[in-house]
């Protein structure tokens, strides 16, 4: 244990942890994303999903419980670099392509990690806490995802949130990698090219979801 805390003390230790728990949330994106895909089916293919869920008890909450321990670290450390960032070298991420320049995407991190973090809290808001205060099944969550989606400003700004995302992706999958030293360049223009493509997939993944939640689910 104290070695762990000794490796988080140092700025490449910090981006190691950051490393691990980004990759952690891409494991729980494309998780919600397959979870989201049941609309594809109908509203009650997805209340089943979020039914069986419910139906694990003390396991998913166990789950919800390190999922947010998994965020906020990473929250955490992200503002840690990033302020350590701006003031050692005036760059806005700490994790830099340092092999032909910055792109937009890493120069950007920081402003699309917060613009996530604002959309995270909406929509646990809106969906998650709504329905454990509400006391919803599968149904009603389903109902509420489609009503919710009617509302332009919503719908505006979920789309706006997943590009966002999508963003994020396309230069922190790769840049993960090289926190954790997979850093030649044999398989780092592949890992950036497989960013810029997961990225895209991602965006356009959960770009989808409310128009199948509004239009083909029966």
Not at 45 to 70: K, N, Q, R
Request: no cysteine; proline share 1%; glycine share 8%.
């Amino acid at each position: 244990m104290s070695l762990l805390i000794e490796i988080f003390k140092t700025s490449v230790g910090k981006k190691f942890y950051m490393a691990i728990s980004g990759l952690l949330l891409l494991g729980f994106l494309v998780f919600h994303l397959s979870g989201n895909s049941t609309l594809i089916f109908g509203h009650e293919t997805f209340a089943a999903f979020v039914d069986f869920l419910a139906g694990t008890g003390p396991l998913i909450y166990f789950a919800e419980l390190i999922l947010a321990l998994i965020f906020l670290s990473h929250i955490f450390l992200g503002i840690i670099l990033t302020l350590s960032n701006w003031k050692a070298r005036n760059v806005k991420y700490s994790v830099s392509n340092s092999r032909g320049g910055q792109t937009f995407a890493s120069k950007t991190m920081p402003y699309t990690g917060f613009i996530l973090l604002l959309f995270l809290i909406i929509h646990l808001l809106d969906y998650t806490i709504t329905k454990y205060m509400s006391g919803w099944d599968g149904w009603q969550l389903a109902m509420h995802v489609s009503d919710s989606f009617k509302n332009f400003a919503r719908l505006s700004f979920y789309i706006f949130a997943v590009i966002v995302l999508g963003v994020h992706i396309s230069h922190g999958f790769w840049s993960l990698f090289q926190s954790i030293g997979v850093t030649h360049t044999q398989y780092t223009k592949m890992l950036q090219k497989l960013a810029k493509v997961l990225g895209v997939l991602f965006a356009i993944g959960f770009a989808t979801i409310p128009f199948i939640a509004v239009t083909l689910a029966k």
